[in-house]
């Protein structure tokens, strides 16, 4: 049976909420795909958005759990994030790749390209992929136009250093499921 998970789901530390993640399905309005590589972020970690407290554009990721946190990367691609842990902590999974398998045809025609492994792999892709926007973040995942569902068989998920960053860069927290070809790099 296929479990949607709820704000208790993403109560736990980052790091093993971004694990749990891989697998799940995400849809957003009924287009997505399953979670392959994720990224944890924590309020100790000097490379989350939160590390400094909060502010007008991160207040999302300090809860509560279960709630979307969403910004724009170098001012051009929207980037999604399931808030973890207890309100006011400031911890977050960023979804860095997904598999698509729903609505294929809209994630074709919103990203303008063809090739099945480049429509989500990658923060930016997913998140235009999936037609994220500002007007998400705040939002609570476990209602529309949200949907993730517990993955339904167990998954191979190996770890490693975390992408694109450029303090505490050593730290395994990018998981990704094994032999995925749809990662946005390989692990």
Not at 72 to 79: E, T
Not at 94 to 120: Q, S
Not at 145 to 156: E, G, K, L, T
Request: net charge positive; aromatic share 6%; charged share 20%.
């Amino acid at each position: 049976m296929n479990r949607r998970l709820t704000a208790q789901d993403f109560a736990g530390d980052s790091h093993e909420v971004a694990r749990a993640l891989i697998g799940a399905v995400l849809l957003v309005n009924g287009v997505g795909g399953r979670i392959v590589e994720t990224e944890a972020y924590d309020r100790e970690d000097p490379a989350s958005h939160s590390f400094s407290g909060p502010t007008a554009r991160n207040a999302s990721m300090f809860g509560p759990p279960g709630r979307a946190y969403v910004y724009r990367s170098y001012g051009i691609h929207w980037c999604l994030n399931f808030v973890c842990r207890e309100a006011g902590h400031g911890a977050g999974v960023l979804i860095r790749a997904i598999e698509p398998t729903h609505g294929l045809a809209v994630m074709h025609e919103r990203r303008g390209i063809e090739d099945l492994r480049l429509l989500c792999s990658g923060p930016g892709r997913v998140g235009e992929a999936l037609g994220i926007t500002h007007a998400l973040n705040g939002c609570r995942l476990d209602r529309k136009p949200f949907q993730v569902i517990a993955s339904s068989r167990p998954v191979h998920v190996v770890s490693g250093p975390r992408i694109g960053i450029s303090k505490a860069m050593d730290v395994p927290w990018r998981f990704g499921e094994a032999g995925s070809r749809f990662l946005s790099r390989p692990m």
